[in-house]
């Protein structure tokens, strides 16, 4: 898998499997149509972070997916950024009501999503992780506790986006969470030559994150794009997430 992926002709050399971007404000304007022309068949929008924070582009963003149309719309997903020292139900809270207000999670979108990874804060001038304070058992249980909340709401079983190295050095390799699914950030050059991600054993990840460093060749976002694969078309997506069209 190429570290620099250029859509569309990167994705075509992989015909079965199905491509996605995640975006938030970062990445400023993103004309959905021309991704949509490139392949790209899902997308994951940052709505949170903490209990304040919603990214001021995900309600337009998801109204616009929710409006695209097309053959193969984008299937579209939202996604909470896990702080580390603020309460997971309080953040779980914070997530629904921002979806909700953009027109809700329905049948037909991907399950709603928590990324937890490090959450960096700068002391002193060094950049340190807030989950360094926090055991093994105290991290299962704040994402534990968002899943649940977010699960018993929407009915859909969340999946939670982490890095390998950050999952198992902060979790302990906890079973509390195998029923998860994960996506797994990994831009290792290995596992991009091997077209595998580092393994979680355990857990199941269909779905990888493997480079940071898109571009679209036709234009429709400015700059670089996270760019995740689903090994598989986009029926075997929709089967995987009990998709409802």
């Known amino acids: 898998m190429p570290r620099n992926f250029v859509w ?3 994705a075509l050399t992989h015909p079965g499997w199905t491509f996605g971007v995640d975006v938030s404000h970062h990445n400023g304007p993103v ?5 949509q022309r490139q392949g790209v068949g899902f997308a994951y929008l940052k709505a949170t972070q903490g209990t304040l924070f919603f990214d001021r582009s995900f309600a337009a963003h998801w109204r616009t997916l929710s409006e695209l149309g097309g053959e193969k719309p984008i299937l579209k997903g939202a996604y909470h950024f896990l702080s580390a020292d603020v309460d997971a139900e309080l953040q779980a809270e914070h997530f629904l009501r921002i979806v909700n207000a953009a ?18 804060r700068t002391i002193n001038g060094a950049e340190i992780d807030a989950w360094d304070k926090y055991s093994a058992q105290q991290i299962v249980e704040r994402i534990e506790t968002w899943l649940r909340v977010v699960e018993k709401a929407t009915g859909r079983r969340p999946i939670v986006y982490t890095n390998a190295i950050w999952w198992l050095s902060k979790t302990a390799s ?9 996506w ?3 831009y290792a050059i290995e596992d991009l030559r091997n077209d595998e991600p580092r ?3 355990g857990y199941r990840s269909p779905i990888w994150q493997f480079t940071d460093s898109g571009v679209m060749s036709e234009g429709g976002a400015i700059g670089r794009l996270d760019v995740s694969v689903f090994k598989g078309g986009r029926d075997d997506l929709v089967r995987t997430f009990a998709i409802r069209p």
């Open 184 to 186: 797994i950030a990994d």
């Open 31 to 35: 004309v959905w149509s021309m991704l």
């Open 174 to 182: 906890s079973r509390a969470l195998v029923d998860y699914p994960l």
């Open 8 to 10: 569309p002709a990167d």
């Open 103 to 120: 027109g809700g999670l329905h049948a037909g979108d991907l399950p709603p999503c928590l990324d937890v990874e490090w959450d960096p």
């Open 199 to 201: 393994s979680l054993p």
